[in-house]
């Protein structure tokens, strides 16, 4: 599975739309880009999946760079409650997590 | 309905102690996850069910048991653990073990805090 990288930390005011990068240049044409965030001390949740186009649900929206070798995952109006680690995995079969970015949401 | 149950929540369990962690799902996957996290680390895959049988087993210590007794069920059995197994143990589920597994989403349970003292 290809690896991802994202930045270690990012900050984010209340109401405002949260952008989380996340570079897999090394993606392959079978691998799926997954998000799970990890609220401290819970279990990983799973946000949004996409293979090339962009997806959007109730949680969130996932951008796919045309040559895949990036996404954003967008928050479009973060709240208190999305403080988390949020995963960024590229996966073909196994599910492997790096070490995320940790989101902090400001009031 | 996407809710994979953990029990205990907390265990704490002596070097010598036999205990064992359950893992329940009722949404029809057919493949089911072990993960183990340590504190401030992102969640590493321990073991695979595929159809009630197990197809990955990454390299874990004899001391950790898998088992699937059925496609509802997993079990981890724990037997002569180390202080430094104490981890949040996570349990997974998804629809399909085998063929493409890429396109199908992983639920997690809330986990299960153990500490081996």
């Known amino acids: 599975d290809a690896k991802t990288t994202q930045p270690t930390s990012m900050d984010c005011a209340e109401g405002r739309a949260a952008n989380l990068p996340c570079n897999h240049s090394t993606i392959s044409g079978n691998e799926y880009v997954y998000w799970y965030r990890q609220i401290h001390s819970q279990g990983p949740q799973y946000i949004i999946h996409g293979l090339k186009n962009n997806e959007t649900n109730e949680m969130a929206s996932l951008i796919i760079t045309e040559d895949r070798k990036s996404s954003t995952l967008i928050l479009p109006h973060a709240t208190l409650r999305d403080t988390a680690v949020y995963y960024c995995?590229?996966?073909?079969?196994?599910?492997?997590f790096g070490q995320g970015t940790r989101l902090t949401i400001n009031p | 309905d996407t809710e994979v149950t953990q029990t205990p929540k907390h265990l704490v369990m002596g070097m010598t102690n036999k205990k064992s962690l359950k893992c329940e799902q009722h949404?029809?996957?057919?493949?089911m996850y072990w993960y183990k996290q340590k504190a401030k680390k992102p969640p590493e895959l321990m073991f695979v069910y595929s159809y009630e049988k197990l197809s990955i087993n990454e390299s874990v210590p004899s001391r950790f048991s898998p088992e699937c007794p059925n496609s509802s069920l997993l079990n981890l059995h724990l037997h002569a653990l180390q202080p430094e197994d104490s981890a949040l143990y996570l349990c997974a589920s998804s629809q399909e073990g085998s063929g493409s597994l890429a396109g199908n989403t992983i639920y997690f349970g809330e986990g299960s805090w153990l500490t081996v003292v």
């Open positions: 995995i590229v996966r073909a079969q196994k599910l492997v």
């Open positions: 949404m029809g996957h057919r493949a």
